[in-house]
Nanobody
Framework: VQLQASGGGLVQPGGSLRLSCQAS????????VAWYRQVQGNERELVAG???????VQANFVQGRFAISRDNAKNMAYLQMNNLKPEEAAVYYC????????WGPGTLVTVSS
């Protein structure tokens, strides 16, 4: 299984980014799928996800600003992030939910003016 996140970059505070997740070797929706992030110096943490049952899960800090969507035909998932804050600069990863021990390189998001 390979999970490749992309779409990161530099965005100003209050801006938006859409991250993409391409999976190969396994359907992204064979289980739940989620986005995680690792702020420099901190442990990796859950951002938001969708359970296999379809129910959503999100960290308290999301506060409705992020949304997950998917394209089953392409085996891809997306994370739309709005109103980003400087402290949310991190490497963002996609994985299953619960996560499996296969992490791609992630995509770097920088939030700065």
């Amino acid at each position: 299984v390979q999970l490749q996140a992309s779409g990161g970059g530099l965005v100003q505070p209050g801006g938006s980014l859409r991250l993409s997740c391409q999976a190969s070797g396994r359907s992204l929706w064979s289980d739940g799928v989620a986005w995680y992030r690792q702020v420099q110096g901190n442990e990796r943490e859950l951002v938001a996800g969708v359970r296999r049952s379809g129910g959503g899960v999100q960290a308290n800090f999301v506060q409705g600003r992020f949304a997950i969507s998917r394209d089953n035909a392409k085996n891809m998932a997306y994370l739309q992030m709005n109103n980003l804050k400087p402290e949310e600069a991190a490497v963002y990863y996609c994985n299953f939910y619960p996560a499996v021990d296969t992490w791609g390189p992630g995509t770097l998001v920088t939030v700065s003016s």
